[in-house]
């Protein structure tokens, strides 16, 4: 569908695509009712760019800094007041489709709403473990920005309040351990990087206390026991995470005392 033919909602998707052959189509697809469908790519080296243009989304490929920044050149390009920000791995509803249309048309003092997602891991969805209360603000006003965080980027919301839909995305993430490996070792070079530049410096007894503490409140406080198998590797996997986090921040002091 072209962008021209899209439904008449207010609304702009955003969405951000590295690599997601298997997935833009689907992704865009879940949002044609939109009144466009901008696709910001990073340096895809598969057919991404051809499978989101022949979906009728348009395609930009700004030089990747982080990934607010790389949403908000989508942002800026967008002609409607309202964004909707997806990851090219989730799925919008028809039901939070109905809500969002809803919700914007009188939205009141509010300029941004908490979108809650259903969280899927190797094809079935975690309910606990912390995976279950995940409410990003995803759903905005086109003058809000993204900060600049290379980790834990949220927008910004300078006025206005901050809403809540009761519709969730679906969010189809790591359909492979592959995927997740390739994400934990981003993830915890960018998160080191980060916090070394901001003056947080680490010991070696963060990189031993940290972990098992994710472990436990994971698995027993937050009750991942519940997802089985899936909950318990991912109890596991998490930990890890924050080892290779806080041990890659270690290195970076270590380096800095010399």
Request: one cysteine or more; a positive charge; aromatic letters at 10%.
């Amino acid at each position: 569908m072209s962008a021209a033919n899209r439904g008449s909602p207010d609304v702009t998707a955003v969405i951000a695509a590295h690599d997601e052959s298997a997935n833009i189509e689907a992704c865009i697809a879940s949002v044609d009712w939109a009144r466009e469908v901008i696709v910001v790519e990073n340096e895809s080296s598969d057919d991404t760019v051809d499978r989101a243009r022949s979906a009728g989304a348009t395609v930009v490929s700004p030089k990747f800094t982080t990934i607010g920044t790389a949403r908000n050149h989508g942002i800026t390009r967008a002609g409607t007041p309202w964004i909707l920000v997806l990851d090219a791995d989730e799925r919008c509803t028809p039901e939070l489709a109905a809500e969002i249309k809803q919700v914007i048309s009188n939205p009141g003092d509010r300029s941004a709403f908490r979108v809650p997602r259903r969280n899927f891991f190797l094809g079935k969805e975690i309910r606990h473990g912390g995976w279950g209360s995940d409410r990003p603000v995803r759903l905005f006003r086109r003058e809000l920005r993204y900060n600049a965080n290379l980790v834990h980027e949220h927008v910004d919301v300078t006025k206005g309040t901050i809403g809540a839909v009761k519709n969730s995305l679906l969010h189809y993430t790591y359909t492979s351990l592959d995927q997740y490996f390739e994400k934990f070792d981003r993830y915890s070079r960018w998160w080191a990087a980060q916090n070394f530049a901001r003056g947080r410096r680490g010991g070696a007894a963060a990189v031993f206390f940290k972990p098992p503490a994710r472990f436990v409140g994971m698995y027993f406080v937050k009750g991942g026991f519940r997802d089985g198998a899936r909950g318990l590797v991912l109890a596991c996997l998490a930990a890890a995470s924050v080892m290779a986090k806080y041990a890659r921040l270690w290195e970076r002091s270590i380096r800095n005392e010399r």
